[in-house]
């Protein structure tokens, strides 16, 4: 892997905008099955699926108006950002949208900016000046003298309430040309009102008034911030109306799928099978990764080792950043020990090193921190759906002085090529280092004899988890009293997971059963699927790990038992809501101890 | 295997009645337990459940009246049948109820009689008079005399509507001490309305009038059929009132479970484990087999090969019976050609010849008819909801002439071994038989090396229950253009299929990689499971086999479509129906193709 290679590569499929479902993303796609094989790949495929995808309508674009009290508009957002310097000529620039919005010309009498996409009762919000919210951030100068977001700039992506649905008219299955589709009025998770995101320079022209919001809503711009409703005394009969004219389309998006066959064979081949994927739409609801994934259900849970995510791989400056299950922990600290800091002044320290300096996960090892799992890429329906042992790696920016989501160009006009060359990563070693982490990761499952997933650090984290969730719900000492709330079940589900995994680790040194001890392992993850999936949510099945409901990035473990626990204080009737808490501490017991049974020797 | 061993234990766990969650049952349980250990079972355990059970009020037996005009009960049902000869002394008999039946009091004005249980809208209808329905049956005389039903016997059962949900209290999960229990409110399933079965002695009392049933309503009593509602004209100030007192109650129950641990030891043993299981409380809801399939459904899912059922091994006196997945036909064949007829004067001929000569299968092949696997015992778990392939087989009658499910006195106090001794199998050769093909079934799916599954079988089958389902469908040709419904897609995956599992079966014949091969095999019936359920029944998960919704035992192939195709006739919106059917069979299509794809070599 060279940077310079990583740096040609990042080029060519930067240099046009490629929306899923136009001809462009279509070419790329061509272009990256004739590359992988160009490089030996033993078979490569297109595949093809007609999802519903959501376009601005390019004669009528989509903007928001204030209007004064004849109806006049006086002022109206820009119907696109500033192109950056170098892509003066690039047409198909697809402006700023909220794929999926309604349709509508609403004229809303309330509007909140705020650092959060909210929606409130039946009205609408936008977002807004989300980059230059925290100090950090606001002393970095707007590309392109630095990487932060101009005030022209506004961030896409879409406003779908999927919870792993996939494609909105063909929930559960993939979108073929045969496949059934639901009407848009029965799809999955279409938002039944208009939203438009604009930039700051935008939004400082609303002169809202009403309340001043919580300090973490307060941005560094130098306005007074407020939240409405309405306007500032001055502008108080000024309305906004919303002008938003963006289409869905059933449209057909192409997933590109690679493979290297696994078998000892004259020639280096894996022990197994690796499948590369690049996958279409995933901007618009993780869509050509759940379709296949749907279309492959039955193999993938059969067969499938792992999955690996390759998404953004750099977000910052300043360190590795893991997130993995944790039967991959042990494998990530032994791989990145043998990798080299790509760091300036840490020539001959090890990438693991490196991390553990920056990021030590102090709270629970001595060891750099590897977090759980989240949601909003496209490991979910592989991961959270059908129980895959899952990972991914990206080089990050420093969470303790960083505190914004991604980082502050997302999405807009301004990510591009350039801003990795000149500020992310000039030397491109970091885009190395990551893509050492993954194809480490990769060859390292496809060809060990013995699989190199660690039941115990899945014991270990299960506990700790355990003891979260449990100190979550003792925040109501009274009530669990009252209602009889016991988490014996779950930390005996714990402990019989524990003993069963240090037993099975134990006969892994002795017996020499690979084939079966691989098939424990593989299906470990598997183990912990619901298949009921949880409450509401048929596609989110992982009992240890799901977005929870009510706070979608934050891969909280064990989500039945979170959603229950925060609708304790939202419900009217408590003695329901703590039932529904015992009832998801007793399946989450259960799915522990299945798991448990799962790693002793067959019978 | 020998007929008198086979007498001896049927004699043994027959003299004592033991309903489940008695002490008696636990005892035949524990007896179990201690022959398997003495047979040499490596291992055997008792694995408790406490599941919702239901038994009458001994203090407050059911019973149905007739009330007059002033208010007094002019005629009681008979709170027992009267006990044959031998049992006189046998204490504990549960008299004839509709377990799970609601309490109450109600007077009703309405009374059908039929030969099936129906529920009309808010009332009641009991059972009667099943067994003298049909004229051949008729002419048997009632027991002792011979097999038919005494007019005091009444048929025992349970009134749920679980779906396949087992422990109506605890539905997805089993029903351990630390399980969630949902209130009986809550409860899948649960009857609202009291049910109560008397006996045709009792019945005739009703003075029925109203309308002359159709003709398959009435039995062969001398008496003048009529469905109500109310009496004849000359009791027609006379009403009836149910008094149902059954108690429903969470229970402990034990199945027995044993284990011969497959391995290539010195000394014999089959190449794969067999597990033995002697399920509880059947009746109850196949209560106790649903809870276990719950409890240990993963390594089910992971590593069984095949299911055996063993309920009633006999219900009739002409020849085999066989109910099973297709890819089981082919071994059922070989099998019952090395087994011989059990029948008088058929010395030396075999029981396929003796079987094929009663039963062809004329309408699909010049061999045995062999129905599908329907549901209503206890393989329903293994099969509909984990895709297990599964079979069962049983001695029955001659269904051309004797129409009547079951046998007359099933479930009655008339079900006893003298019946068996005395009618239905003296030499105790018919069960010797069954016993063989249970057997052999289960000795050469554990013990041949390649596992003994058919899927060109499968194949075959899927193109005729293809064009059934749209035969039934064509039965509408106007709405299938005015809809669009097409079956193209469907007769293209059974198209796929059948190559797929052709081209399975030759590389049989030249490939080596046995245990990736059985693993294909073993996970084919899998392959017909959608994790997503059939609409509103998410425990019965079989694309191809489940009872439909509106024709229980039918065992219908294709439910989904069935269903979907059923509701066109009762439907109010007739293309929301269609489009139904059309998402049923778009179901139904990549369920096959996907079943398919599971049968390509591994990449």
Chains 1, 2 share one sequence.
């Not at 796609?29 to 995808?53: C, H, K, N, T």
């Not at 696109?80 to 170098?86: C, F, H, K």
């Not at 009293?481 to 019989?496: G, I, R, W």
């Not at 183990?527 to 909280?556: C, E, Q, T, W």
Request: hydrophobic residues 35%.
């Amino acid at each position: 892997m060279q940077p310079n290679k990583i740096r040609e590569h990042l080029r060519k499929f930067t240099r046009l905008p490629h929306l899923a479902g136009t001809e462009q993303n279509l070419r790329y796609a061509e272009q990256i099955r004739d590359e992988w094989l160009e490089f030996g790949l033993d078979s490569v495929e297109m595949v093809p699926y007609d999802v519903l995808l959501s376009y601005p309508n390019k004669s009528q674009p989509n903007y928001i108006s204030i209007v004064d009290q004849l109806g006049n508009e006086v002022f109206n957002s820009s119907l696109a950002e500033p192109v950056p310097e170098g892509y003066e000529d690039t047409s198909n620039i697809v402006p700023p949208y909220s794929a999926f919005s309604a349709k509508g010309q609403p004229e809303v009498h309330t509007c909140t900016t705020g650092s959060i996409l909210q929606v409130s009762k039946g009205i609408f919000v936008f977002t807004c000046v989300k980059s230059v919210k925290h100090n950090l951030c606001a002393r970095v100068q707007p590309y392109p003298a630095g990487w932060n977001l101009p005030g022209g700039g506004a961030q896409r992506g879409n406003v779908l309430n999927l919870n792993g649905a996939g494609d909105p008219l063909t929930p559960g299955y993939p979108a073929k040309d045969y496949t059934y589709r639901f009407s848009l009025e029965d799809g999955v998770g279409l938002p039944k009102i208009p939203v438009h995101p604009i930039g700051f320079h935008d939004a400082i022209h609303l002169n809202m008034g009403g309340q001043i919001p919580p300090n973490n809503w307060k941005g560094a711009l130098n306005v007074s911030y407020r939240i409405g409703p309405g306007f500032t005394d001055d502008f108080k009969s000024q309305k906004v109306r919303m002008n938003i004219n963006t289409d869905n389309k059933v449209t057909r998006i192409y997933n590109v799928i690679g493979r290297i066959r696994g078998a000892l064979e004259p020639g280096w081949r894996p022990r197994r099978t690796i499948v590369f994927a690049s996958w279409d739409a995933e901007e618009f609801g993780l869509l050509g990764s759940t379709e296949w994934a749907e279309d492959n259900a039955k193999l993938l849970q059969e067969r499938a080792v792992a999955y690996i995510n390759a998404d953004s791989a750099i977000e910052g400056m300043y360190t590795l950043r893991v997130d993995c299950t944790p039967s991959l922990h042990t494998l990530v600290y032994d791989l990145t020990k043998q990798i080299t800091s790509p760091e300036e002044g840490e020539e001959g320290v090890s990438l693991y090193e490196s991390w553990h300096k920056r990021d030590n996960w102090t709270n629970d090892r001595d060891a750099p921190r590897i977090s759980k799992l989240g949601s909003g890429s496209d490991f979910e329906a592989y991961f959270i759906r059908l129980g895959i042992a899952a990972g991914r790696a990206r080089y990050t920016k420093n969470k303790k002085t960083e505190r914004y989501s991604s980082y502050p160009v997302y999405h807009s006009v301004y990510e591009t090529f350039e801003i990795v060359e000149k500020f992310y990563d000039p030397t491109f070693k970091r885009l190395q280092a990551v893509a050492q982490v993954r194809g480490g990761l990769i060859f390292l499952l496809a060809d060990s004899q013995l699989l190199p997933l660690d039941a115990d650090q899945y014991a270990d984290s299960l506990r700790k988890y355990a003891h979260s969730i449990t100190q979550l719900a003792q925040t109501h000492p009274e009530e669990m009293k009252v209602y009889e709330v016991s988490f014996d079940s779950l930390f005996s589900a714990v402990e019989n997971f524990t003993v069963a995994a240090r037993d099975f680790h134990e006969r892994l040194q002795t017996l020499n059963r690979v084939r079966v001890m691989n098939d424990q392992l593989m299906y470990l993850e598997r183990a912990f699927i619901d298949p009921l999936g949880l409450p509401g949510r048929p596609f989110y099945r992982h009992v240890i790990f799901a977005p929870s409901s009510h706070n979608k990035y934050a891969g909280m473990s064990f989500p039945g038992i979170y959603d229950a626990l925060f609708d304790i204080e939202h419900s009217a009737d408590p003695q329901k809501a703590w039932e529904e808490v015992k009832r998801q501490i007793s399946i989450a017991a259960f799915t522990v101890n299945a798991a448990a049974m799962t790693l002793t020797p067959p019978a």
